[in-house]
Nanobody, 120 residues
Framework: QVQVVESGGGWVQPGGSLRLSCAASGSILSINAMGWYRQAPGKERELVAAITSGGTTNYAYSVKGRFTISRDNAKNTVYLQMNSLKPEDTAVYYC??????????????WGQGTQVTVSS
């Protein structure tokens, strides 16, 4: 099995910063893309940022220039540095990992989610 565990959410005032972390562990041959998604109340889950094993990144337009995604391949960990946070960034943030468990098996795994609340 594979476990994906997030940490680092919480409450912050507008303009503040938070850093999310996500570690994948278990029966892993390699991890392809890792990413962060978010879901606000009454809205669909949306991609925030993603990063490939080679370091190529992709960001939602709404977070470009404010959020930075990075990863440590040796630790199977991905980070999301969130700066200049806005109330509209309030959501549950989910970590996603595209995991190869063997040369012929590849699965999507999700974390349990971590709440980020931006308010004054």
């Amino acid at each position: 099995q594979v476990q994906v565990v997030e940490s680092g959410g919480g409450w912050v005032q507008p303009g503040g910063s938070l850093r999310l972390s996500c570690a994948a562990s278990g029966s892993i041959l390699s991890i392809n893309a890792m990413g962060w998604y978010r879901q606000a109340p009454g809205k669909e889950r949306e991609l925030v940022a993603a990063i490939t094993s080679g370091g190529t990144t992709n960001y939602a337009y709404s977070v470009k220039g404010r959020f930075t995604i990075s990863r440590d391949n040796a630790k199977n960990t991905v980070y999301l540095q969130m700066n200049s946070l806005k109330p509209e960034d309030t959501a549950v943030y989910y970590c996603h990992a595209d995991v190869s468990r063997s040369s012929i098996s590849r699965y999507d795994y999700w974390g349990q989610g971590t709440q980020v609340t931006v308010s004054s």
